[in-house]
């Protein structure tokens, strides 16, 4: 198990990040506060839940020595457009609602799309 950790590194790293992420979104209920109008949608705890149990799938994948490659690829892919997208929606906030403090977190999930891409890269 170990040795399948260490081979698939960058994919357990964004898996646990993703895990984080979806925890973290989870509990904060308010999160997301612009546009206004969307801030249901976007605090909705299906998808923090959503977010928890990809990141989950992707360490599963990595901890099994990623038996099935379409099953690899498709949470590849699924963990790397919820991050990219939560990337454009923090920096949205940053630039769009002035809060430039969501701007760090965007650094964050740009680091952790790098590490899908190489996962991705490395499969």
Not at 15 to 29: C, F, Y
Not at 72 to 100: D, E, P, R, Y
Not at 110 to 120: E, H, K, S
Request: proline fraction near 2%.
């Amino acid at each position: 198990m170990l040795s399948n950790i260490n081979e698939n590194f960058e994919q357990t790293l964004a898996g646990a990040s993703i895990i984080a992420i979806g925890a973290s979104l989870w509990l904060d209920r308010d999160y997301f506060f612009w546009p206004p109008e969307l801030t249901e949608t976007m605090n909705d705890q299906r998808l923090d839940i959503t977010i928890t149990v990809l990141g989950l799938a992707l360490i599963l994948m990595a901890v099994t020595g990623n038996r099935s490659k379409a099953w690899q690829h498709i949470f590849l892919i699924l963990c790397g457009s919820v991050v990219c997208m939560l990337g454009c929606t923090q920096l949205w906030h940053a630039f769009l609602a002035g809060q430039m403090r969501m701007a760090h977190t965007v650094i964050g999930d740009v680091i952790i799309f790098i590490l899908i891409i190489r996962a991705a890269y490395k499969s």
